[in-house]
């Protein structure tokens, strides 16, 4: 995901629902409290404010499989999967399997 693409408590809550994630699944993910997300949605459509907030949402949205869709033209910005919900709940079952910890990365 672009650096460069700003983020809105909206976009991050829309992201949230449509990954079918909870909010304290989330914010593990995203390496905060709960009541961090629930301030970052809370601000609607403000732009997340922190560099910090921002990470912390884009970390979370990368293991969901969410992409945001910049505006464009005259259509305003959105999310999408990356993965099916079904993808996102079998790749976190296999992360959570546990075992030896190595790259993902295929040679």
């Keep these: 995901m672009s650096a460069s693409i700003k983020l809105t408590g909206r976009l991050v809550a829309a992201a949230r629902a449509l990954a079918g994630v ?3 699944d989330f914010a593990k993910a995203a390496g905060v409290s709960e009541d961090t997300i629930a301030a970052i949605e809370a601000n609607g459509g403000a732009w997340l404010h ?3 907030d921002a990470e ?3 970390r979370a949205l990368e293991t969901f499989g969410v992409l945001i869709v910049e ?3 005259d259509m305003g910005a959105g ?3 990356k993965f099916t919900r079904q ?3 079998q790749l976190q079952r296999l992360e959570g399997e ?3 910890v190595r790259s993902d990365d295929a040679p």
């Design 98 to 100: 546990g075992g030896a």
């Design 87 to 89: 993808d996102v709940k």
């Design 79 to 81: 999310v999408r999967l």
């Design 22 to 24: 909870g909010r304290e």
């Design 71 to 73: 505006e464009s033209h």
């Design 50 to 52: 922190t560099d910090a």
């Design 56 to 58: 912390a949402a884009r």
